[in-house]
Nanobody, 124 residues
Framework: QVQLVESGGGLVHTGGSLRLSCAAS????????MGWFRQAPGKEREFVAT????????YYTNSVKGRFTISRDNAKNTVSLQMNSLKPEDTAVYYC?????????????????WGQGTQVTVSS
């Protein structure tokens, strides 16, 4: 089992940057593929990015490609999401999630463990 705690959210202007971090408990972090999702008010939770257990494979939703970068440090049990060129439509609560095993995933149902979320607000 793993517990996840996100941090780094906040309020930024359009074009600004934020770096989200997710700290995981436990000694088995490197056995989990990790993902970032987001949920805006009145909308369903949507996939943002995912990274494989070793960090060699990443995948992004089209709307963030070239702007967001997911990374992980297995020695520190952390996964991060660097967000650049932020837009108002990026405003949402951002969640990190853990999926046991080798494969990454883009569906929320593929992930077993979730953090509590961190708010990102981008003003126009």
């Amino acid at each position: 089992q793993v517990q996840l705690v996100e941090s780094g959210g906040g309020l930024v202007h359009t074009g600004g940057s934020l770096r989200l971090s997710c700290a995981a408990s436990g000694r088995t972090f490197s056995t989990y593929a990790m993902g970032w999702f987001r949920q805006a008010p009145g909308k369903e939770r949507e996939f943002v990015a995912t990274i494989s257990r070793t960090g060699t494979t990443t995948y992004y939703t089209n709307s963030v490609k070239g702007r967001f970068t997911i990374s992980r440090d297995n020695a520190k049990n952390t996964v991060s999401l660097q967000m650049n060129s932020l837009k108002p439509e990026d405003t949402a609560v951002y969640y990190c999630a853990a999926r046991p095993g080798l494969a990454t995933g883009t569906q929320p149902g593929a992930y077993d463990y979730w953090g509590q979320g961190t708010q990102v607000t981008v003003s126009s």
